[in-house]
C-alpha cells in the first residue's frame, strides 16, 4: 500500500501530535500500530496516546521535542504495516429493549428491519483499531456501512456501561457509565474494564471482536 500523508503538529510544549485523514482503514491503522511501538524508544518520550489514524507523543518536559518532530515524518514514511492478529473476543448482546432505546429509530432512518440492522451488526468480525475516550473504550473498524449513523445531534448525559453503540463508521461498547451522543442498539453483561483485573481492559488494539445475538427485543 502507499503510506498516506500524515501531518505533525504541536501540542503544547512537551507533546506532538501525528496524524492522517481519510476513512478508517485497517491498513493505515497497522501503520500507526507499528509507529506507536518504534516511537516508544525515542528520546525524551513518556507515553504514546494510540488514536483512529493518529499518535500522541508526550515528552519530559526537558526533552528536545524539536528534534523529534523534525524526524518524525522520515520515520513515518519509513514505517510499515504491524502484522499478526490480536485475540478473538465473543460479546453476547440483547438488541433492543430498554437497553437498545435507538434500534427501531435507527432501522427506519436505514429504511431496515429490526432483524435487519441486528444480522447485519452482528455479522463482521470487528477489529480494535484503538482505546480511548473512556478506559477499556474500543473504537471498532469493520461497520458495515450500511448501518454509519452521523452522531445525534444531542449526547444523552448518561450511558450506561455495556451499551452497545454506533457512532458515524464505527462501532463500540461503552465501558464505563458516561456521556454520549453515539446510538444504542443493545447491552451485553461483559465487562471491557475493570480496575482489580490483572489487565483492567478487555480488550487491546489489534484484537478481533464478534457480537453474538443473545436475544431481540422490540
Known sequence: MTTPAAHVSEMGESALLIQSGGPMSLDVQRLYWALDRSCRDLP??????????SLLLR???????????ARL??????????????????????YG?????????????????????????????????????QPGFPYLGGLDPRLATP??????????????????????????????????????????FDHARDEPALLQPGDQLRFSVEEVSA
Request: proline letters at 6%; a negative charge.
Open 44 to 53: 525524551g518520550v513518556t507515553e504514546t496516546v494510540l488514536g483512529v489514524h
Open 151 to 192: 452522531r445525534r445531534s444531542s449526547p444523552r448525559q448518561r450511558v450506561e456501561e455495556g451499551s452497545v453503540v454506533i457512532g458515524g463508521e464505527q462501532a463500540g461498547v461503552i465501558a464505563r457509565t458516561s456521556p454520549s451522543g453515539w446510538h444504542i442498539i443493545g447491552a451485553t453483561r461483559v465487562s471491557l
Open 73 to 94: 515524518p522520515e520515520l513515518w514514511s519509513e514505517t510499515r504495516p504491524a502484522e499478526g492478529e490480536g485475540r478473538l473476543v465473543e460479546i453476547p448482546v440483547h
Open 59 to 69: 515528552f519530559d518536559p526537558r526533552a528536545e521535542v524539536a528534534e523529534t518532530a
Open 97 to 133: 429493549g430498554a437497553g437498545g432505546e435507538d434500534l427501531a429509530e435507527l432501522a427506519a432512518c436505514h429504511d431496515l428491519g429490526i432483524d435487519e440492522v441486528v444480522a447485519l451488526h452482528s455479522a463482521p468480525t470487528y477489529t480494535v483499531f484503538a482505546l480511548g475516550s
